[in-house]
């Protein structure tokens, strides 16, 4: 009430006592009583503001014999609060400053105020959930205020190591249905209270010991390191032309593997690579080098050699030569046979 406001005061009593006459132009008052011995004054009084009229009650509250102190007791209004966001029956408090703490576990409570501008914060029982709070005015009548409860949850933060930069990649937590992917090196979540399951999707070229996990979460953030590496495959080149037992090399991207037959190169990941085929003697290979993608399991490479030596019947020039020689014999033979077998029969008839 503003200084200098007019106000009357009515005792009703519960003993017999006399009525104390007072006048003032605060909104509290001291009385002077003319009480005997250690009586006190205990009762009820109403009292009425002439600027703005509001009926009010208000208490009196009795102190040593000859003085009563007089304390309004404001009119007050009920204050509703209505939440959203909170699982069905849970707990939660509204809690005033200066004022009064209220716990509910429907949908809505109310309390009642006097007139005036009032913070506030809220809470749910399990500390699970969140609401900021704010602030409320009550001003002569019914006062509404929503709440909206938000799940509290802490920042887990996934680090990839070994993917080449830029690579896409995805984190899944199937209890809360929660997917988050990034081509940096970290995806953080938000993540309550609690333990819960996580799957890292495939990355294609690329593997981890573990593409599922578990996590616990008690109040605090959480860390998870992954850990990448390529997926490697086997790449075999396959020489065709050389005899059998014939050494023969090939140059796989700085790395030189030798040998005869097959040559193969293991752990070969995803990506392009050059290679080049060593040189044989007497011997010419195609192709001679060039450039192979791989993008899962490769296929093998086929070299083809052939002989740089003069040939004969298809054959280096003496292995032609002594098969010639070999061939011209066996025919004289088998003629010089014929000659023998016709004559003898001539001289038979």
Not at 111 to 124: H, Q
Not at 210 to 221: E, S, Y
């Amino acid at each position: 009430m503003a200084g200098g406001s007019s106000w009357t005061v009515s005792f009703e009593l519960y003993s017999s006592v006399p009525r104390p006459v007072a006048s003032s132009v605060d909104a509290c008052v001291t009385f002077v009583c003319k009480l005997s011995g250690s009586s006190t004054v205990k009762g009820l009084f109403t009292w009425a503001d002439y600027s703005n009229p509001l009926n009010t009650t208000a208490r009196l509250q009795s102190f040593p014999p000859s003085m009563v102190l007089v304390e309004p007791i404001w009119s007050t209004y009920p204050v509703t609060f209505a939440e959203t966001g909170l699982p069905p029956e849970s707990g939660w408090w509204a809690n005033t400053t200066g004022g009064s703490s209220t716990y509910s576990e429907a949908t809505t409570l109310t309390f009642r105020e006097p007139n005036g501008t009032y913070a506030y914060s809220v809470a749910d029982a399990e500390r699970t959930f969140s609401s900021p709070g704010g602030s409320f005015t009550v001003n002569g009548r019914m006062t509404n205020v929503s709440v909206l409860f938000l799940l509290v949850t802490y920042r887990v933060t996934f680090t990839e190591v070994g993917l080449s930069p830029g690579t896409l990649w995805s984190v899944a937590l199937g209890d809360l249905g929660v997917s988050n992917s990034s081509q940096s090196s970290t995806i953080s979540v938000g993540v309550p209270n609690g333990t819960f399951r996580y799957h890292l999707e495939t990355v294609p070229g690329w593997t981890t010991p573990n593409f599922t996990g578990q996590l616990t979460v008690d109040g605090a953030p959480d860390s998870q390191t992954v850990t990448w590496t390529p997926v490697t495959y086997t790449m075999t080149f396959i020489e065709i032309g050389l005899p059998s037992g014939t050494r023969w090399s090939v140059t796989l991207n700085g790395l030189t593997e030798s040998g005869t037959g097959d040559l193969t190169f293991p752990k070969v990941a995803n990506g392009s690579y050059q290679f080049a085929v060593g040189a044989t003697s007497g011997y010419s290979e195609s192709p001679k080098n060039g450039t192979l993608v791989v993008s899962g399991p490769p296929f093998p490479w086929w070299i083809l050699f052939a002989s740089t030596s003069a040939t004969f019947l298809g054959l280096p020039t003496t292995e032609g030569y002594t098969a010639l020689g070999g061939l011209i014999v066996l025919i004289a033979v088998a003629a010089a046979s014929l000659l023998v077998y016709f004559r003898k029969r001539e001289a038979c008839r």
